[in-house]
Nanobody, 121 residues
């Protein structure tokens, strides 16, 4: 089992910044990709950003130039720095981590419970 603990959501005015964190723990052998998704009210969950184990990143067009994903492999933690926030960024943000499990070496996709980001105009 993998446990993901997210933090950093909250209420911010348009143009402001927030930093989300997601720490993974459990019987983990290694972590491959780490991603952030978001789901706005009435909309489908969408990929926001991904970072591979090698540090390669990919972003949704809507957040390019404003959001930065990073990871601390020693802490099994992924971050999402969100700048120049807009009201349309309002959503529940979910952490997703793809791990190789210790002992079994199975690949597992795990999801956090989500953290709410609200951007006021």
């Amino acid at each position: 089992q993998v446990q993901l603990v997210e933090s950093g959501g909250g209420l911010v005015q348009a143009g402001g910044s927030l930093r989300l964190s997601c720490a993974a723990s459990g019987s983990i052998f290694s972590i491959n990709a780490m991603s952030w998704y978001r789901q706005a009210p009435g909309k489908q969950r969408e990929l926001v950003a991904t970072i591979t184990s090698g540090g390669n990143t990919n972003y949704a067009d809507s957040v390019k130039g404003r959001f930065t994903i990073s990871r601390d492999n020693a802490k099994n933690t992924v971050y999402l720095q969100m700048n120049s926030l807009k009201p349309e960024d309002t959503a529940v943000y979910y952490c997703n981590v793809r791990t190789i499990m210790a002992r079994t070496f199975e690949t597992m996709d795990s999801w956090g419970k989500g953290t709410l980001v609200t951007v006021s105009s």
